[in-house]
């Protein structure tokens, strides 16, 4: 595997393996020099055409965790502004010989254009609506981690599905795993046609306590400018996850950024069922794993890896 | 009202090929001369002692019209101009097409329209027409001098690429077709219900998670506009048909009495949503979008039951740099002249969906819908013909293209139906290269 555009392009032996290899990794972070030499001389480029936070540093902290060198490359204030495209970007930056690019893009398809333009591996780290990857690693590997497995369990995806690629990451990965999804919103923010991801579609939380998990989407604000939905207190009132409609066996997660008292009541995210800082946590190890993954190899053998040397 | 440069008038004899007219009631091998541009003489066993094209095993049939072309002249020749769009149409077997007048500036008065009927009297390789756009400057707000621009020379009127959003201003530009007379094409949007859509809403814009046009947004504008032209007694043609519910408000419209006719393009007619799932390949962005196999199918049943009036490419060139973009950035529109036969037969008629001589039909109806003279194949008659070879079969883009742009959504294609000779208005404009280098 040289690119990572798509949770397609995975299959269920492939994320268990990173996922285990992500494990193996949570030790290195443990230690007083918290890095490991297996990508050392290796180059990852950052390009990052939306602002993120934790996508961009837990992809940073990953790739130098492994030893790897870290070029960190904005859209704004660079070439883009004037008026670079997308391919000339790429073929500039490629002479740069990155091993790796990881690429932030409001555009779908975009890390796919990008695996055609340069001879290095890309990892989509969010492409538009579309999909976002390592957000859904990370979010398995966190309900590994909690319940061991995810075979047989009932996920309600919460929220503004249209909008969100973590939704079409997250119900891919979850059924490849052996779980049952359910996406659940405003119908003015389910897509049409969304059952053909193989997901159920509900409208209200009525039948929400036969989930196991409630995974809440971010509900954000220009939403309301499109009439998607009429104020936020309207869509509070209908699909805010408060301690009232939690029940205490349910497990709650959320990519982040929350918005408190929006789609999450202040109660449910400090509770103990709440996997919210878990999922960031994991954001690295898992990271780690898709970068070594991607570069290390799997045939490459890594002596290494099962007992790391500091560097 | 077609306008084209000086071609030579063809005296060639066409041994051989099986000739096909429907209209003429021709489906036979045929002897088809031509002397001074005009078809002398039909039958059995001609003799010639000028040039010989050699038909055997191929076809001949009245050459195509496409009544929906984008020519990119004036403002945007990086694209196309009138030289290439007409080399791609003789390329096509085009005998004639039409412009579409959003271009830069809009052929929106006599002026603009004269000089580029003027420009085509020098560039042309086929005979081209003209449209000229209902409201100034494509903007939906003021009705443009129709008759003016009709005895300058416009076939008709359209804002195509825009719908006549404002319900009101299409009542007024059918009253006024009273005095113009001239055809009114529309482009059915509602951009409250397109909005931002880069495709068709449905199962592969859910799964990528673009923004989708449904299908509604086309349909329920022809609706309206077909319950305005009843009212008005007026004529409209109702441009590139994708939904399946647009092909029922048409018939709904034709049974009503209205004077409605319309088009399917070969990309609508043979290509689905699905092929977005394979690859996000923006030569298969185009509005209105590539759309649903049911849609698809209702497209066919509608040619075959003639709720669809002809086949029209809506040819729209763009630029290798405008194209190679993400995909919502990326400008609609693909290429289609000269592989719109090919694409169809390929498509429908070698699989035994649709026979032959509906398709030849089809692909030349568009003439009489624009007020143009319809190719036919008799004695005494132009030479408007195209020469097929059925059998050839050709990767779409090995050799480049014609036109200037290279975004055909059958680019990579393994086609069959290979267009080996043009003649237009009685002259030879296109020979395939392989045959000439013989």
Known sequence: ?311 | MLDHRETPPADVLIKGAHVLDPRAGIDERLDVRIANGTIAELGPDLESDGEVLDGAGKHLFPGFVDPHVHLRTPGQEHKEDLDTGTRSAAAGGFVAIVAMPNTSPTVDSAPILRSLRESARREARVPVGFMASVTHGLAGETLTEMAELREAGALGFTDDGKPVHRAGILRKALQYQKLSGAIIALHEEDPTLSGKGVMHEGEVSARLGLAGIPSISESTLIARDAAIAGYEGGRIHIQHLSARESVEAIAEAKARGVQITCEASPHHLTLTHDALLERLDTRLKMNPPLRAERDRQALIEGLRSGVIDCIATDHAPHAREEKEQPFEDAPMGTTGLETAFAAVYTELVKPGVLPLELIVHKLSAGAALMGLPTPLIGVGKPADLVLVDLDASWEVGESGYESRSENCCFDGRTLHGKVLTTIAAGGIVYRERRLTAV
């Open chain 1, 1 to 311: 595997m040289r690119h990572l555009l798509s949770m397609e392009d995975l299959d269920r032996a492939a994320i268990e393996r990173i996922l285990d290899r992500a494990k193996t990794f949570t030790e290195v972070s443990e230690r007083e020099i918290k890095k490991v030499p297996a990508l050392r001389g290796r180059r990852v480029l950052n390009l990052f055409y939306e602002s993120s936070t934790r996508t961009r540093s837990s992809f940073e902290l990953a790739a130098k965790s492994l030893s790897a060198d870290v070029i960190n490359f904005a859209a704004s204030g660079s070439a883009v502004d004037k008026g670079e495209s997308l391919k000339d970007t790429v073929q500039t930056l490629s002479a740069y010989r990155p091993d790796l690019i990881v690429i932030r893009t409001p555009f779908v398809g975009a890390p796919e254009l990008v695996a055609r333009w340069t001879t290095a591996g890309v990892v989509n780290a969010g492409d538009g609506k579309h999909e976002h990857p390592t957000q859904a690693l990370l979010d398995v590997y966190t309900l590994r981690e909690r319940l061991g497995s995810l075979e047989g369990l009932n996920i309600w995806i919460v929220g503004d599905v249209t909008h969100s690629r973590v939704a079409r990451s997250n119900i891919i990965a979850f059924q490849m795993l052996g779980a049952k999804v359910t996406v659940c919103g405003p119908p003015t923010l389910i897509p049409r046609g969304m059952e053909a991801l193989g997901c159920d579609v509900e409208y209200t939380l009525d039948r929400l306590h036969e989930a196991d998990v409630v995974y809440t989407l971010r509900m954000q604000h220009e939403r309301m400018t499109d009439s998607f939905v009429p104020s936020l207190r309207e869509y509070a009132a209908q699909y805010q996850i408060d301690g009232r409609r939690l029940s205490s066996r349910q497990v709650l997660m959320h990519p982040g950024p929350v918005n408190r008292g929006v789609e999450l009541a202040a109660e449910v995210i400090d509770s103990p069922q709440a996997l919210i800082g878990q999922q960031v946590a994991a954001g690295v190890v898992v990271r780690m794993a898709v970068l070594f993954e991607l570069l290390a190899g799997r045939s490459a053998p890594q002596p290494a890896l099962s007992t790391p040397v500091p560097a």
